[in-house]
């Protein structure tokens, strides 16, 4: 053994060694632009340069939408984990242990309660980086339990769309949570209290068949997509090649199916604005213009 040759250098390397956080700099997916990780939170996940709208995490979300930060958790009932004891490489269970180590939370809808500019709100987020945003019982459960807390609160009731639809590991009760939530919306309707929708992307699939698309009020983020299927297997099943800028947030606007396309540095103020509009309050619209 050389004792120079293999113990001296490692020694001294390990020693020279800085630990650098691998997010330290972010990619723009759009322009190429390196981000410093602290200027991306700072503006809101939104690129500098480039006005790209990265995906926003659920916490950064609400501490910027509530105002000072400051928000009432509601909790979700629990449901079956397993209902269909589904297993494709990994079993169904493994997977909801590890997304819930992975993100800290129980499934993909987060509900919080709080004051936007004044105005008085419940907010359901859903977590694409939770499976997808996928669809489930306890995603169906949640955006319920916080249309009811709405009523019960005589609150309007604002969600974040994210989601590749319906969460295929659930079958049938999955596909169940479309009605049960077109239902609630329907409560809250007849509660005279506003339901606002603020599509992110992406949001498809059955959410989008569903209570993504019943709002009074759809607001999209710049670049969204926005649809059901897919935009190749449209193309496919037309044979036809689909418009430029097709399902994107500013398309559908142009074409009705959007009512307004915000920044999200605009976000908060416009959803002050809109609930106070709602609710009948124009006397507080000046707080939030």
Same mark, same amino acid.
């Given at each position: 053994m050389n004792w120079i040759s293999n113990v001296v250098p490692p020694k001294i390397r390990s020693f020279l060694k800085r630990e650098t956080p691998e997010n330290l700099w972010i990619?723009?997916?759009?322009?190429?632009? %390196?981000?410093? &990780?602290?200027? %991306?939170? /700072?503006?809101?996940?939104?690129v500098p340069g480039s006005g790209f709208h990265m995906r926003c995490p659920v916490k950064a979300r609400l501490d910027g939408l509530f105002d000072k930060g400051v928000y009432e958790d509601i909790a979700t009932p629990e449901v079956p984990l397993d209902p269909l004891k589904f297993r494709d490489v990994k079993r169904y269970t493994d997977r909801l242990k590890d997304y819930r180590a992975k993100t $800290?939370?129980?499934?993909?809808?987060?509900?919080?309660?709080?004051? =936007?500019?004044? /105005?008085?709100?419940?907010? /359901?987020?859903?977590?694409?980086?939770?499976?997808?945003?996928?669809l489930g019982m306890a995603a169906g459960e949640a955006i319920i339990t916080g249309m009811e807390a709405a009523i019960a609160r005589k609150s309007p009731f604002i969600i974040f769309t994210a989601s590749g639809g319906a969460r295929m590991q659930e079958g049938m009760f999955s596909l169940m949570q479309m009605p049960r939530t077109t239902v609630a919306v329907r409560r809250l309707r007849a509660a005279k209290l506003p339901y606002i929708v603020v599509l992110t992307n992406p949001t498809t699939g059955g959410v989008t068949?569903?209570?993504?698309?019943?709002?009074? !009020? &759809? =607001?999209?983020?710049?670049? /969204?997509? !926005?649809?059901?299927?897919?935009? +190749?297997? =449209?193309?496919?099943? =037309? +044979?036809? +090649?689909?418009?430029?800028?097709?399902?994107r947030a500013e398309y559908l606007k142009s074409h009705g199916m959007v009512d307004?396309?915000?920044? +999200? $540095?605009?976000m908060r103020a416009t959803l002050a604005r809109m609930c106070k509009i709602l609710m009948n309050r124009p006397g507080d619209t000046s707080a939030a213009a």
């Open positions: 990619k723009c997916p759009d322009s190429g632009q %390196l981000v410093f &990780h602290k200027d %991306l939170e /700072a503006n809101l996940f939104v $800290g939370s129980q499934d993909a809808v987060k509900l919080a309660a709080g004051t =936007i500019e004044g /105005a008085t709100a419940v907010v /359901a987020v859903q977590d694409f980086d939770f499976m997808g945003g996928s068949a569903s209570y993504a698309m019943l709002g009074d !009020i &759809h =607001i999209a983020e710049p670049g /969204a997509v !926005i649809g059901f299927a897919g935009a +190749r297997v =449209i193309e496919q099943t =037309i +044979r036809e +090649r689909l418009p430029d800028g097709f399902q307004m396309v915000v920044p +999200r $540095g605009d």
